[in-house]
């Protein structure tokens, strides 16, 4: 099964800070020596990422319009052709109280779900005919969202940001589903609760901090499941509960997928 070491370009969306940032580092020092483009909206933080080797950057908010996420597209395929997998790390979370109704900012609400669903889908869109040109040339690419455990098991705290990460997965499932017969791989990785700043304007990361994984540890299990290729890659609580909801699930998309593909 081909792996991340088969990656000869890695764009990592959401790089500056946390797992994007983890991911695009340890992706740079694999042996196989792939080119790291870093992305995210703080340039002085993507700055210091290119500090010499094979990493280069791209400024680029993804909440934003679909003819923008087009010409970013555009722009970096005709900059890195030899781009052959894409991590999708950019995410914002936002506490709703439902028992509060009158407190739920909507603007919030927006924002959360086109960064972490709605320019997700266009992006993979926009890309997808490059990695089909690549895949009719015998060479593998990857898609690699990055969801949550909690898409499987929502936290109420957070239930917008639960419900994308859980339209996210279903859509892996389906990608990968479609794609089968391509080389075009789909790596879903599922964290569990991580060493961020994700919870930082919350207020709350001096309470979670007693209880998530640190991020280097994150780091080697996520890595270990790209390199072997893996479809589907939870890490520390999400294995539990991947295991018990979701074991045979991808079989019987595949099934019903044959079924009605008349």
């Known amino acids: ?15 500056t800070s946390g797992i994007g940032r983890a991911l695009a580092l340890a992706i740079h020092d694999l042996d196989s020596k792939p080119t790291v483009i870093v992305s995210g909206r703080r340039q002085d933080r993507l700055d210091e990422l290119a500090r010499g ?10 909440n934003t319009t679909e003819q923008n996420l087009k010409k970013f597209v555009g722009d970096t395929l005709s900059k890195y ?5 894409v991590i999708f790390s950019s995410g914002v979370q936002h506490i709703f109280d439902f028992t509060k109704p009158e407190s739920i900012d909507l603007s919030k609400f927006d924002d959360e779900i086109r ?28 898609i690699v969202p990055i969801t949550s455990g909690l898409s499987i098991v929502p936290s109420a705290r957070v239930p917008d940001y639960c419900a994308t990460k859980a339209a996210l997965h279903s859509l892996d499932m389906s990608l990968r589903t479609q794609l089968s017969a391509t ?14 700043e994700l919870h930082d304007h919350q207020g709350r ?17 996520a890595m270990q499941g790209l390199i072997r290729g893996d479809p589907h890659i939870p890490v520390g609580t999400s294995v539990k509960n991947f295991e018990q909801y979701e074991q ?3 079989e019987t998309v595949q099934q019903l997928y044959k079924k009605t593909d008349a």
């Open 53 to 62: 080797g094979r990493i280069r950057t791209l400024c680029v908010d993804i």
């Open 205 to 221: 990361s001096p309470y979670l901090s007693k209880i998530w994984m640190p991020l280097d540890e994150f780091t080697k299990h």
């Open 183 to 196: 080389k075009v791989q789909v790596m879903e990785i599922l964290p569990p609760l991580v060493e961020s």
């Open 115 to 142: 960064t972490n669903y709605i320019s997700v889908f266009k992006l993979i869109v926009f890309f997808l005919p490059h990695f089909l040109k690549l895949s009719d040339k015998g060479r593998p690419s990857f």
């Open 248 to 250: 045979g699930k991808q």
């Open 1 to 15: 099964m081909p792996g991340i070491r088969d990656a000869k370009c890695v764009l990592v969306l959401g790089a």
């Open 81 to 85: 052709p030899d781009l052959d997998a």
